[in-house]
């Protein structure tokens, strides 16, 4: 990103929730956007993964200027090279998990019921353990689980990013750890680079590094973030 702003108007008074930032992140790399509520962590994972247009700078991902792109190509462009992972899990609970997963490939014109759409979502179920609850309702996981299906269907076309907004927000801290080990797993093991806007500490003490908002700017970042650091600097930012 460089220079992104995204001002919305605020009972009729211009507001940046991003403010003139800049950042570039290698792929590969496991990044935490912090911040406190407010800070403009949702509006910066949407301006990067082009579900938002801001209102000056540019995004890029990989050589692709997304500001260039149509709507049509940018719609592509999320389907095909990027994966999603939110607080809500947005599962089809008429769907079957598997059917879940396979749900981004149909998006992109492959049949759900193909050989090849079939074996991929088997395989990214298996690399979050649950195989074996393919044929299931969605509606028949716990919260953790669930999440684990998203988790799967946001690997399931091998995207260059993943984004995930608060992704263990609804989960408790040891289903939360789960769902860090799958993210940690995707960058370390296939190559995948991970975007986690969050406002918990210990979630971001599983990324490579840590980036600060407030009121919309970048204030700090960190290399290896520890969770007491990150409390810290969240403290002085105000808390969570
Ligand atoms: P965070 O995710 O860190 O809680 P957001 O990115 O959601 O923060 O919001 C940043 C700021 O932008 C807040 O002041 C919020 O009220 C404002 N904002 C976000 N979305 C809109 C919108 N659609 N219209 C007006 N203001 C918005
Ligand atoms: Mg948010």
């Not at 769907?95 to 749900?103: G, K």
């Not at 995207?159 to 995707?186: C, H, K, M, Q």
């Not at 971001?204 to 970048?218: C, N, P, Q, T, Y």
Request: net charge neutral; with cysteine.
């Amino acid at each position: 990103m460089r220079s992104v702003t995204r001002r919305y108007l605020r009972g009729g008074q211009p507001v940046n929730a991003l403010d003139d930032v800049s950042l570039e992140i290698p792929q590969g790399r496991f990044v935490a956007v912090m911040g406190r509520s407010g800070s403009g962590k949702t509006t910066f994972l949407q301006c990067a993964a082009g579900l938002d247009r801001p209102t000056s700078g540019t995004v890029r991902i990989g050589n692709t200027d997304l500001g260039s792109l149509s709507e049509a190509a940018l719609t592509r462009l999320r389907r095909d090279r990027i994966g999603f992972v939110f607080q809500s899990l947005n599962l089809v609970p008429s769907l079957t998990v598997r059917e879940n997963v396979t749900l981004p490939l149909l998006l992109g014109g492959e049949r759900p019921d193909s050989p090849q759409a079939v074996e991929r979502a088997m395989r990214v179920l298996e690399s979050v353990g649950l195989a074996d609850r393919a044929d299931d309702s969605p509606l028949h996981l716990s919260g953790g689980q669930q999440q684990r299906v998203a988790i799967a269907r946001a690997l399931v076309t091998d995207p260059a990013v993943i984004f995930a907004d608060e992704p263990t927000g609804a989960l408790d801290p040891s289903t939360a750890n789960d769902v860090f080990t799958l993210l940690r797993r995707a960058v370390d093991d296939t190559g995948h680079t991970v975007v986690m806007v969050t406002h918990d500490p210990v979630a971001a003490s599983w990324a490579d590094e840590a980036v600060f908002l407030a009121k919309g700017r970048i204030v700090t970042n960190m290399v290896r973030p520890q969770t007491a650091d990150v409390v810290q600097v969240m403290a002085e930012l105000g808390g969570c």
